[in-house]
């Protein structure tokens, strides 16, 4: 779970982002990316088994006019999302407060910390490992542009599909407030 700004948010095994407010217990909001709808019935059923749906990590940034929470769904169907939370608590976000929800082929089981930290340039990213499981089966870091969604995979060059690899939770240099080194 993470705490901000008077919110608890929680990425569950039902599908879903859950965020509730921290003084009152009530959920504000519930998110569910598109990305793990077909693993949704089988929750329904009598004869249930366990799969991990949603068991990403989130983090927050403060951009320009806005605070972006992004967080990834974690194995089964990698997806990373972005929400932009100003309003809260008081102004729930809708459809319109999600500013992008996107995959890519270097993406694995993605369940390390996601870091928010703004490039040389001024752009706002986040960066996390890609995770074992990804198609090319390489340690490759993610960076997502929080403005857009779009994302690009730096390979760390280490893995095949004899020795198949995946990077886990990177850790920004941060210096004057822009990226140094991961």
Known sequence: PLYHNGMVYAAANDGMLHAFNAKTGVESFA????????LLSPLSEVKYSHSWIMDGQVAVAALTGQTMLVGSTGGVKPAIYGIDISGLPATVPGPAQVKF??????????????????????TAVALLGNGLGS?????????????SGAISAISAGVGSSGLPN?????TPLVEGGALVAV
């Not at 998110?31 to 077909?38: E, T």
């Not at 929800?101 to 001024?122: F, K, M, P, S, W």
């Not at 995946?166 to 990177?170: E, I």
Request: net charge negative; hydrophobic share 45%; charged share 5%.
């Open 31 to 38: 998110f569910i990316p598109s990305s793990v709808f077909s």
């Open 101 to 122: 929800e996107v995959t890519h082929a270097a993406l694995g089981r993605a369940h390390g910390a996601i870091a928010t930290t703004n490039l040389q340039d001024g």
């Open 166 to 170: 995946g990077l886990s939770s990177p």
């Open 135 to 147: 198609a090319a089966n390489l340690a490759q870091l993610i960076q997502v542009n929080l403005s």
